[in-house]
C-alpha cells in the first residue's frame, strides 16, 4: 500500500479490533446490586456506571486502578493566525510544568492517586527527558495554507498514540484523555464542525481567553481552512489531515487501543471530544467503552458529547484540557466501582430487606 499524501484512505486502515460488550457481566452486577444494603437504584447513576464498566471489563466486580491520564502534546501551525489567547511557546512550556508535577493535571492526578503520561506527539522545541516520545513532527502546518498534515502523518499520529498505550498503559484499569497545545480548540471545532454537521460559528468558542473579536476570526480561519482543503466529512483520517493535530490523532489512538483491550476511555473537554468522535467514526464500537467526565465551557462540547451518545457527570466551569476533568471523573467512577465491589449484602450484614 503507497502513502499517497493527499487521498488517505479509509479508515480501515487503521488495524483495530474493539470487542463486544460483555452483558452476562453487566447481568451479574445488576443482579448483585439487587441485594447490596440500600433500597434498588437508591445509588442511581453510580450503579449505572458499575455495570457499565463491568460491561467493558468483561467482570462484575469492576475496578478502575491502575488508573491513568494520558497527556498528550503538540504544536499547532495555525496558532500563527493569532486564533489563540497564548503563544505557540506556552505549547512546550506548560509540558514542562507537567513533567515537573507543577501543572493542574499534576495537582488533581497526585489527589486522585492516578498515574500520569505526558507525551510528546509533535512540539516545536525542547522536550524534557520525562516525557514520551511519540513525536511526528515540529508542530503541524497552518490549515488555513492547506492541509495540517500529510495522510502519512495522520495515520503516525494515531499508531503512535495506540503505542503509547500499548506500551505504558497496558495494565490501566481505566485511561483519561489529555491534551495540551496552544491552538488546539481552532482544529477541534473545525473537526466538531464538519463531524457533527454544525456551523462552524456554532461550535466555536473563546478557548484559553480570547475576546469576541477574535472569535470571529478564528471563525472565519476555520471557514477558509475548510473550504482550501475540502476535507471528505464522511472520511476521518481525511479530517484529521485537513484540520487536526498530532495530539488529536494521539487521542483517537489511544482511544483505539484501549477499547481493544476493554480499558474505558474517560474523555475529557472539548479537544479529547473531538478526538473521541474522530476514534467513532473510524469504528464505531469505541463507542461503547466511552465515559463522560465533565461538561467544558465551549460551546461545541454539548455537541460533541450528543454525537458521542455520553453524558457529563459535572458542571464546574472549567476548561482547561490536560485531562483535568477526566481526572476528577475518575474518582467518581472509582467511587462506584468501590461502592459495587465493597459494599456487604443484605444476607452478609443479616439485614432481612423483606
Ligand atoms: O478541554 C477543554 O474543553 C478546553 C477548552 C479551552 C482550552 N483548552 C486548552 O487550551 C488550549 C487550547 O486553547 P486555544 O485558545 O489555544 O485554542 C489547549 O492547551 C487546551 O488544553 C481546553
Ligand atoms: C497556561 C496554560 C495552561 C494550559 N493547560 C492546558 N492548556 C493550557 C493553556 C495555557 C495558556
Redesign the pocket.
Known amino acids: 500500500m503507497t502513502d499517497a499524501p493527499d487521498a488517505p484512505d479509509a479508515a480501515a486502515e487503521i488495524d483495530v479490533s474493539i470487542p463486544h460488550l460483555d452483558d452476562d457481566a453487566r447481568e451479574a452486577a445488576q443482579e448483585r446490586q439487587q441485594h447490596l444494603t440500600k433500597p434498588p437504584g437508591s445509588l442511581g447513576r453510580l450503579e449505572t456506571m458499575a455495570a457499565d464498566i463491568a460491561a467493558m471489563q468483561a467482570t462484575p466486580q469492576p475496578a478502575v486502578d491502575p488508573a491513568v491520564v494520558a497527556t498528550l502534546a503538540a504544536d499547532h501551525g495555525v496558532a500563527s493566525e493569532g486564533?489563540?489567547?497564548?503563544p505557540q511557546s506556552v505549547t512546550g512550556a506548560m509540558v514542562e510544568a507537567v513533567d515537573a508535577g507543577g501543572a493542574a493535571i499534576s495537582a488533581l492526578a497526585a489527589a486522585g492517586d492516578i498515574e500520569t503520561l505526558v507525551v510528546d506527539m509533535g512540539i516545536a522545541g525542547d522536550v524534557p527527558d520525562g516525557v514520551i516520545d511519540a513525536h511526528v513532527a515540529d508542530g503541524t502546518a497552518n490549515m488555513a495554507d492547506g492541509p495540517a498534515m500529510t495522510a502519512a502523518q495522520a495515520r503516525e499520529s494515531i499508531r503512535n498514540g495506540q503505542r503509547v498505550v500499548a506500551d505504558h498503559a497496558a495494565d490501566a484499569g481505566i485511561v483519561g484523555l489529555g491534551?495540551?497545545?496552544?491552538?488546539?480548540?481552532?482544529a477541534s471545532a473545525a473537526i466538531t464542525a464538519l463531524l457533527t454537521d454544525r456551523s462552524v460559528a456554532a461550535v466555536t468558542g473563546h478557548?484559553?481567553g480570547?475576546d469576541e473579536a477574535t472569535r470571529q476570526r478564528k471563525i472565519e480561519t476555520i471557514e477558509h481552512a475548510i473550504a482550501v482543503s475540502e476535507p471528505d466529512p464522511d472520511d476521518p483520517l481525511d479530517v484529521l489531515r485537513c484540520v487536526g493535530g498530532f495530539e488529536i490523532g494521539g487521542l483517537v489512538g489511544v482511544t483505539l487501543e484501549a477499547a481493544s483491550r476493554r480499558v474505558p476511555v474517560v474523555v475529557?473537554?472539548?479537544?479529547?471530544s473531538a478526538a473521541a468522535l474522530l476514534a467513532v467514526e473510524i469504528e464505531p464500537r469505541v463507542a461503547d467503552y466511552l465515559l463522560g467526565s465533565h461538561a467544558?465551557v465551549?460551546p461545541g462540547?454539548a455537541a460533541q458529547l450528543d454525537a458521542l451518545g455520553i453524558k457529563p457527570c459535572f458542571d464546574y466551569g472549567m476548561?482547561?484540557?490536560?485531562g483535568t476533568g477526566a481526572a476528577l471523573a475518575i474518582g467518581i467512577y472509582r467511587a462506584a466501582c468501590t461502592a459495587h465491589t465493597e459494599m456487604a449484602t443484605f444476607e452478609e450484614a443479616g439485614i432481612k430487606p423483606e
Not at 486564533?83 to 497564548?86: D, G, H, I, T
Not at 495540551?180 to 480548540?185: K, Q, R, V
Not at 476548561?319 to 490536560?322: F, M, T, V
Open positions: 486564533v489563540s489567547a497564548y491534551e495540551m497545545g496552544i491552538g488546539n480548540t481552532t478557548g484559553t480570547i475529557d473537554g472539548f479537544i479529547a467544558s465551549e462540547h476548561r482547561l484540557g490536560e
